[in-house]
């Protein structure tokens, strides 16, 4: 009896935070209330937003590839979902990285609009 | 019969092996540690502070060194614990400025000054070092908390 406990219990956790890159695109277009656009994604990452960097001053302009900390030059592992499976699969993680990312090139979180344009620019990218 | 001998000879290898790790500052293992300060930057280890440091550190996660840290409350605690557990000792020496605040940067303690006196400004400035917190540029063990005189490897 504990054992099927336990197994459920991993089971839902499992469950609970397995998601797909494609599931986040639906999700901030869904609180966009709006399509996004994968060209207007690209411009946003790659140019600077008021901020001292862009997303591409870490992530580069091609997130296929791995990608260096401006600051630290610790090494960034590619953020595109083709190239790396384990981006865009928890949310915790995902609405953590918005946050904290948003503020350090915008100086304020990214709208729902912004997020579904990069995300539908970074599923693109093969 | 063994038995008997078993912790006095346990206690001697115990201090026998003392001095070889004196120059340790290996990470110990800690999950949330690693996934939410290594990943911006290299583990620095928790004994090269005082706990004052780093509940003063963990306690403006939002504005770290000019970066927004920030953490969920849970995870927040879980780390402030870890890293005031496994703060420093006595080696690590005073980590306060003059007017006695608690100093967040290890590069600026008393004890960071003074094994580095020898390294010039010119020589913190080079491309391949960029700053006094890539500890990894010369103490190309660092990661495994190896930061011995003779693991040290200066790039030009």
Redesign the interface.
């Known amino acids: 009896m504990r054992y099927i406990l336990i197994i459920a219990a991993t089971l839902f956790a499992a469950s609970a935070q397995a998601e797909a890159p494609r599931d986040f695109l639906a999700r901030f277009e869904k609180e966009a209330g709006a399509a996004a656009s994968a060209e207007r994604g690209a411009r946003f990452f790659t140019t600077k937003q008021g901020g001292e960097w862009s997303c591409a001053s870490c992530h580069t302009e091609k997130p296929m590839q791995a990608g260096r ?1 401006a ?4 090494a960034i592992t590619p953020l595109a979902p083709a190239a790396n499976a384990e981006r865009f699969t928890e949310a ?1 993680k995902v609405d ?1 990285w918005f ?3 948003c ?2 090139t915008l100086n304020r979180l990214c709208s729902a609009q912004e997020k579904a344009d990069v995300m539908a620019w970074l599923l693109a990218l093969r | 019969m063994h038995s008997r001998f078993a912790p006095p000879l346990f206690a001697l290898l115990t201090a026998l092996a003392l001095p070889v790790h004196a120059d340790n500052y290996s990470v110990p293992k800690n999950h949330a540690f690693e996934e939410e300060c290594a ?4 583990a620095y280890p928790p004994q090269m502070l005082h706990a004052d440091s780093w509940r003063a550190m963990m306690g403006n996660l ?1 504005r770290h ?8 409350e849970k995870r927040r605690t879980a780390i402030t614990d870890f890293l005031v557990t496994q703060s420093g000792g006595r080696k690590t020496g005073d980590t306060r400025d003059a007017r006695g605040t608690p100093l967040l940067r290890i590069t600026e303690t008393a004890r960071f000054a003074k094994k580095h006196r020898e390294i010039g400004a010119a020589t913190w400035r080079r491309a391949s070092i ?1 700053s006094p ?2 500890c990894t540029a010369c103490h190309a063990q660092a990661a495994a908390g190896d930061y011995n005189e003779r693991s040290i490897r200066i790039p030009k």
């Open positions: 900390h600051k630290t030059d610790k915790a953590k946050r904290r990312n503020n350090d | 990943s911006c930057h290299m939002s060194f000019g970066s927004d840290a920030s953490l969920d960029k917190a890539n």
